[in-house]
């Protein structure tokens, strides 16, 4: 199989605080994993490339400082969004390279932020 | 460079009916193409992947695309709309193999709407 958990599936977090989400691989070692952001009727957007030991990627436009991703081990990365405003409220998916399975990575069930 | 164009955000057909999901793409190397399955504050379901095999494709839940590189398209088609089907569809586009592996460019996605 190619499992990919998310944790947690929504978080409520007051403005100024920071939200750690965790993206972990359960039957597989992945060495690189992405992360995605959706706000509201809108698609999906790459924010940042995740590689174990490495420091992330990110994409045009995203605050690396803001979002802050760690990907310590083979199987665990995680997204901390930094000082959260209502802005920030979105919905972050997170997906995982399977290195047996090289044509797709998988998808986690995703993580519904809100910042009051 | 890549980018994906969904043809028509909102598609409504009656039950029983064909279903057609339209998607373009652009790549600058032979693509990888997928389309995924969203429903309400839920993560991605894959429906079916292209990976330069098989032009047509077909996928779960009925489902089949038929990739054109003449026409650079992808679209989505089931022969026969159920209600269950109601639900957001991304079409999107990788890079085949090496080190472009499952970084995904998405549609701005299609809701779909099937009514009795």
């Known amino acids: 199989g190619a499992v990919v958990s998310q944790h947690p599936s929504w978080v409520i977090c007051k403005s100024g605080t920071s939200v750690k989400i965790e993206c972990r691989s359960l039957d597989f070692q992945a060495t690189t994993m992405f992360w995605y952001r959706q706000f509201p009727k809108q698609s999906l957007m790459l924010m940042a490339t995740?590689?174990?030991?490495?420091?992330?990627?990110?994409e045009q436009g995203v605050e690396k400082d803001k979002f802050l991703i760690n990907h310590a081990s083979l199987t665990l990365s995680t997204l901390t969004v930094t000082s959260a405003h209502p802005e920030d409220s979105s919905f972050y998916i997170c997906s995982a390279r399977n290195p047996t399975v090289n044509t797709e990575a998988f998808f986690g069930q995703g993580t519904r932020l809100t910042v009051v | 460079a890549q980018s994906v164009t969904q043809l028509g955000s909102h598609v409504s057909v009656s039950e029983g009916a064909l279903v057609l999901l339209r998607c373009n793409y652009s790549?600058?190397?032979?693509?990888?193409l997928f389309w995924y399955v969203q429903y309400p504050n839920q993560g991605l379901q894959l429906l079916l992947k292209y990976t330069s095999a098989a032009t047509l494709v077909k996928g779960i839940n009925g489902f089949e695309a038929e990739f054109k590189k003449s026409e650079t398209s992808f679209h989505l088609t089931k022969p026969s709309a159920h209600m269950s089907d109601a639900a957001e569809y991304f079409c999107a586009v990788g890079g085949a193999g090496g080190t472009s592996y499952g970084k995904l460019t998405f549609g701005q996605g299609t809701i779909l709407t099937v009514h009795p």
């Open positions: 995740s590689n174990e030991g490495s420091k992330a990627t990110y």
């Open positions: 790549s600058s190397v032979p693509p990888y």
